[in-house]
Nanobody
Framework: QVQLVESGGGLVQTGGSLRLSCVASGRTFNRYAMAWFRQAPGKEREFVASSESDGHPLYIDAVKGRFTASRDNAKKTAYLQMSHLQPDDTAFYYC???WGGGHPGEYDVWGQGTQVTVSS
């Protein structure tokens, strides 16, 4: 069974940091891109960052320089290190596994999500 299990969300003050983790199981980890999406109340789910199968990271402009997407293939784990967090980063964060890029349709396995709340 293919599964993604996330952890690391929480409440943090503006300017703080959090690291999200996503542990994968069920298929060959290093063949797939690992992405992070987020959804804020009343908004659509949006792509945030990814670590492509070759390790190359992608980011939306809003998080460039603040977030770092990485992966440890030996541990079958993807990470999203988030620094200099802002209230606009408050959302439910999901990790996803698939073929790469920023479109949710390119990902066929999703984690359960974890809440990130940034207080002002």
């Amino acid at each position: 069974q293919v599964q993604l299990v996330e952890s690391g969300g929480g409440l943090v003050q503006t300017g703080g940091s959090l690291r999200l983790s996503c542990v994968a199981s069920g298929r060959t980890f290093n063949r797939y891109a690992m992405a992070w999406f987020r959804q804020a109340p009343g908004k659509e789910r949006e792509f945030v960052a990814s670590s492509e199968s070759d390790g190359h990271p992608l980011y939306i402009d809003a998080v460039k320089g603040r977030f770092t997407a990485s992966r440890d293939n030996a541990k079958k784990t993807a990470y999203l290190q988030m620094s200099h967090l802002q209230p606009d980063d408050t959302a439910f964060y999901y990790c996803a596994q698939g073929w790469g890029g920023g479109h949710p349709g390119e990902y066929d396995v999703w984690g359960q999500g974890t809440q990130v709340t940034v207080s002002s």
